[in-house]
């Protein structure tokens, strides 16, 4: 049996790649040319290098999405200083979907500032792991979440971009059984 040495094989994959490519452009490859992206959608902006932590987006967000009163007011900043266990940071929750956190970055001397909200994702990991379509997407492009539809099976929690720790999995919808529990998250 012949031994195949380094040299050997790159000149052959090599060789391999030269005569893939002249054969053609595969029809997926040609697919993604004529994607043209989602000229209709909007989105929002946010220079978090100008965030100087007020939480006025939290209190926006909370309003515009008719959630309760958070457990302390928006005007309070002794929120920073709250951490969840292992020291993680405030993360959002069912009763608030936008969070700003602060972190201190050693060698500087003011704080940096962190938003955490639904992205509004254009192909929302979410909205395509929900089989009972609690989650829809408008024309604009925002994600909205249907609280009366979810089942509480936590999927779009473990497949969201933003990650499956991301939202509190803390109360439980009248009519679910044993530990399943209601998640809210956009």
Do not use: W
Request: proline share 5%; charged share 25%; glycine share 10%.
């Amino acid at each position: 049996m012949k031994k195949l040495d380094r040299r050997k094989f790159l000149k052959g994959s090599l060789a391999g790649g030269v005569v893939a490519a002249a054969t053609g452009v595969s029809r997926q490859g040609e697919a993604a040319h004529t994607f043209e992206g989602y000229p209709d959608s909007m989105g929002v902006l946010v220079d978090l290098t100008k965030c100087v932590g007020c939480r006025t987006c939290e209190a926006a967000c909370n309003k515009e999405q008719g959630l309760p009163a958070p457990d302390k007011p928006f005007d309070d900043m002794s929120v920073f200083d709250e951490h969840r266990h292992g020291g993680l940071p405030r993360r959002t929750t069912e009763k608030a979907y936008t969070v700003v956190n602060r972190y201190e970055i050693p060698g500087k001397d003011e704080p940096v500032y962190r938003k955490f909200q639904c992205n509004h994702c254009n192909e929302p990991s979410c909205l395509t792991s929900c089989f009972v379509n609690a989650y829809t997407k408008t024309e604009e492009g925002a994600v909205i979440y249907n609280p009366k539809v979810c089942v509480g099976c936590v999927s779009s929690s473990l497949l969201s971009i933003r990650g499956g720790e991301n939202g509190e999995i803390s109360q439980y919808r009248p009519g679910l059984s044993g530990n399943q529990k209601n998640y809210y998250q956009c």
